[in-house]
C-alpha cells in the first residue's frame, strides 16, 4: 500500500509498504481522508517530537476493513474517525482524568503509523462511529474539532459572553461556530485573510478584523471599539508569537485567554506578569482532546458544526509529499489528502 512517511527530521517520501494486519483489538480502516494539519509541518522540521521512520497523519476517518480478535460493537464496512491519542491509563496524570497529559502518552502519526495511507490500524477504543451517509471527507474534521471542544470547555463561555479568536485557520473558524453554540453573543474573528474574515462572518462571527489595519488592540477594546474594555474570553489559535503575546491585551478585567495554538519547540513569547497580575487575567493552555472525540463526531454526523467551507484542497498521495513539507499557501485552511483521488 501507499503511505506518506517520515524517514527522518526534514525527509518526507511516498512509500510503498505492507498493509498492516490488525491485532487483537484493533480494526483495520480504509482511510477515506486525512487532513494535514500545521503539526504535521512541524514534525517534518524537527519543531515537534516524533518517533521516525512513521508514517504522518491524525486527523483522518475511514471505513473498517477488518476486525482483529477481541473486538467488540464494531464490524467491516462501518465508518468510523480515529481519536489518535493513544493513553495508558496507568500513570499518575491518567489516574487523575488526565489522559491528555498521560506520561506515556502515543499519538497515532506521530508515535506510530497513521493516516496519510491507504490503511491504518488503529485500537478499537480509538474509533468513533460515523453515520455511513456522511460525507467521506467530513470525519477528517473530527480530530481538529475535539481539540477545539476542549478549548472552548476550558473557556467557560457564558451565555451572553464576548469572544475574539486569533487566528482564521481551521481551528479558529471551528471555534467560532463552537463559541456561538456554547452562548457567546458577540464573536470577532482577526485575521489578515479577507476571504477568512467572510466566511467566518458566514459561519456565525458577529465581526472579523484586520490586524493589519492599524492598531488592533485599540480598535477592538477602545471606548468606542468593537468590544469596549476587552473580551470576556480571548482564543488564540494562529500559534504565533505576536498573537499570543497580543491575547492578553485583549481581554477585559478578570476575563480569560485560552491558549490553543501550537508554536514550535523551544520557541519564547514575552508578557507582562504586573499587567496579567493587576487585571487577573487567566492565562489556560489547552493540550489535545481529553473525552471529546465523541462529541465531536457528533456535531460532525448531526451537521451541527459546519466543515465543507473549510476544504481548500483535495489532494492524492502523489502531490502529499510537497503539500506536508511545504508552508501551507495562502487563504488555505484545510487541505485533505484523499487516497482515492490517485
Known amino acids: 500500500m501507499k503511505a506518506v512517511r517520515l524517514e527522518a527530521t526534514g525527509k518526507l517520501a511516498l512509500r510503498e509498504v505492507e498493509r498492516p494486519e490488525p491485532g487483537v483489538g484493533e480494526l483495520l480502516v480504509r482511510t477515506e481522508a486525512c ?3 500545521g503539526t504535521d509541518r512541524h514534525l517534518f ?20 476493513e477488518k476486525v482483529g480478535d477481541g473486538v467488540s460493537g464494531f464490524r467491516a464496512g462501518m465508518r468510523v474517525t480515529g481519536d489518535p491519542n493513544i493513553a495508558c491509563g496507568r500513570c499518575p496524570e491518567c489516574r487523575r482524568g488526565r489522559v491528555n497529559l498521560c506520561h506515556n502518552l502515543q499519538a497515532i502519526g506521530i508515535h506510530r503509523d497513521g493516516g496519510f495511507a491507504e490503511y491504518v490500524c488503529i485500537p478499537q477504543q480509538q474509533a468513533f ?17 475535539s481539540c477545539c471542544i476542549h478549548g472552548v470547555d476550558l473557556a467557560e463561555i457564558r451565555t451572553g459572553a464576548s469572544v475574539v479568536v486569533l487566528g482564521g485557520g481551521v481551528i479558529g473558524l471551528l471555534i467560532v461556530q463552537l463559541a456561538r453554540l456554547a452562548g457567546a453573543t458577540k464573536v470577532v474573528l482577526v485575521t489578515r485573510t479577507e476571504e477568512k474574515r467572510t466566511l467566518a462572518e458566514k459561519l456565525g462571527a458577529t465581526a472579523s478584523a ?21 473580551a470576556d474570553v480571548v482564543i488564540e489559535c494562529a500559534g504565533v508569537a505576536e498573537t499570543i503575546e497580543q491575547a492578553p491585551r ?32 487567566k492565562l489556560v493552555n489547552s493540550f489535545l482532546n ?5 462529541r465531536a463526531a457528533e456535531f460532525i454526523a448531526s451537521g451541527t458544526i459546519k466543515v465543507e467551507p473549510l476544504i481548500s484542497r483535495r489532494i492524492g498521495f502523489n502531490d502529499a509529499v510537497e503539500a506536508i513539507s511545504s508552508p501551507a499557501r495562502l487563504g488555505e485552511i484545510r487541505t485533505l489528502v484523499v487516497p482515492d483521488i490517485d
Open 290 to 294: 481529553p473525552f471529546t472525540h465523541q
Open 210 to 230: 484586520d490586524p493589519l489595519s492599524g492598531d488592533i488592540v485599540a480598535r477592538l477594546i477602545a471606548a468606542d471599539g468593537l468590544l469596549p474594555g476587552g
Open 45 to 64: 522540521l524537527g519543531e515537534f517530537p516524533s518517533k521516525p521512520p512513521v508514517t504522518l497523519g491524525h486527523e483522518f476517518a475511514g471505513i473498517i
Open 35 to 37: 487532513g494535514i494539519c
Open 250 to 281: 485583549l481581554a477585559r478585567r478578570g476575563g480569560t485567554v485560552v491558549i490553543l495554538g501550537v508554536m514550535p519547540r523551544g520557541m519564547k513569547i514575552g508578557v507582562e506578569p504586573f499587567d496579567l497580575l493587576f487585571r487577573e487575567i
Open 129 to 145: 462511529e460515523l453515520p455511513s451517509a456522511l460525507d467521506p471527507l467530513h470525519g477528517a474534521f473530527c480530530e481538529p474539532l
